[in-house]
């Protein structure tokens, strides 16, 4: 049990790192993801099942979600903008 | 236009990061005070990146160096404060408050899942705050997203028919929704609640969604249905709860009884709050997403 628990914290340190550190936000995101998931397995071993159960669905799930879906939108952004001054240089 | 692919290898290499990205799409709709003409202009941001390369680029890693190490610290001296796992003296095991939730939460509110008796019924205040900001963060989102949407708004995200991608909502969306209304209704007897299963209500709405939505365009819910759902759960929440604080304030026994602890109809007022509750969640986060990739909810 105490390795399984010191194995999951320094997962979740690296995820933590990770998550920060990644340039690409598309892998930060799911390294973000993956940290939602340790931690709500973390929040089970702590003998918290309600925290685990919301952090399984909110963290990992929904604002996973929302937040790929704003990237989406951000690239969508972005390529027009980059469109427009391809554009007006030319 | 750079292809997709490209795009992402730039990205992934760096090239884009917070200056570049506000750079290249620092354009706004303004008023030209010249020809007294809307047009789209540039914006100052171009200038401002100037000054933001010079000598604030090279402190900015060394003072946010400083500031994470300062907070390191800080976080591990209070570490080191707290008590031990589980053990019985600490104040959230022996406090006046925790004593009487965990020895009198089964008697007065009959739920058998003290986490849920405490949050919809001791506390039931902050869970209708909790509600009503959610459904606040989802009306400023509505305004901000859907006015543009008339004429020359952001275009709906298509998503690409993806064969395995259906196939696994197909099997998966209903047996997603049906867990997390089995963890709205159960909130009461076990682990979950209004919050977790809502989520995972509105995780497999969203999954249905994303399949379907090549094909036909609609969603599962109108923009009625949406609000009739969000405003009637706040309503019935807020009377429910308005009741129970009556008559707890006046000394009145309410005449929703806790019941016998386990079965399904008990705990008072607890299961259809959780339903209440769940509504809101499910049906804000699901808004949420259907308004961020365009369209009608």
């Known amino acids: ?90 | 236009m750079k292809s997709f692919r490209e795009w992402f290898r730039d990205w992934d290499s760096g090239r884009y990061d917070l200056t570049e990205m506000t750079a290249s799409s620092g354009e706004a709709f303004r008023e030209d005070p010249d020809s007294g003409s809307s047009r789209w202009a540039r914006t100052e941001v171009f200038s401002i990146r100037a000054d933001v390369t010079g000598t604030f680029r090279k402190l900015y890693p060394v003072m946010s160096l400083i500031l994470c190490a300062v907070i390191i610290v800080f976080l591990l001296y209070t570490v080191e404060a707290l008590p031990p796992f589980a053990s019985a003296d600490t104040p959230a095991n022996a406090g006046e408050v925790s004593l009487r939730y965990n020895s009198m939460a089964l008697e007065e509110t009959g739920a058998l899942n003290v986490v849920s008796g405490v949050i919809l019924d001791y506390r039931a205040f902050d869970t209708l705050g909790e509600s009503h900001v959610l459904f606040a963060a989802a009306v400023a989102v509505f305004i901000l997203m859907l006015e543009p949407t008339k004429g020359a708004g952001p275009e709906t995200l298509g998503v690409s028919p993806d064969t395995v991608l259906e196939g696994t909502a197909r099997v998966l969306g209903p047996v997603i929704a049906v867990f997390g209304i089995y963890i709205i209704l159960n909130g009461h007897l076990g682990p979950g609640g209004g919050f977790a299963g809502g989520s995972v209500l509105s995780g497999a709405m969203i999954l249905i969604r994303m399949t379907s939505r090549g094909r036909d365009g609609k969603g599962l819910l109108s923009m009625k249905g949406y609000r009739i759902i969000t405003a009637s759960s706040l309503i019935f929440y807020s009377l429910a709860k308005g009741y129970s604080f009556w008559c707890g304030a006046n000394g009145h026994e309410t005449i929703f009884s806790a019941g016998e602890a386990g079965r399904i109809f008990s705990a008072g007022l607890i299961l259809p709050l959780n339903i209440a509750v769940g509504a809101v969640v499910a049906c804000t986060m699901y808004g949420f997403y259907s308004i961020f990739t365009g369209g009608e909810v």
Not at chain 1, 9 to 30: D, P, R, Y
Request: aromatic residues 6%; negative net charge.
């Open chain 1, 1 to 90: 049990m105490d390795y399984l628990e010191i194995m999951l914290l320094a997962i979740l340190v690296i995820c933590g790192i990770f998550t920060c550190a990644t340039k690409n936000l598309m892998a930060s995101l799911i390294i973000f993801m993956a940290y939602s998931i340790i931690m709500s397995v973390i929040w089970a071993l702590l003998q918290a099942p309600d925290l685990a159960v919301t952090e399984a669905a909110v963290g990992a799930g929904i604002s996973g979600i929302l937040m790929f879906v704003t990237l989406r939108r951000l690239r969508d952004i972005r390529d027009a903008g980059g469109k427009q001054t391809d554009e007006e240089l030319s």
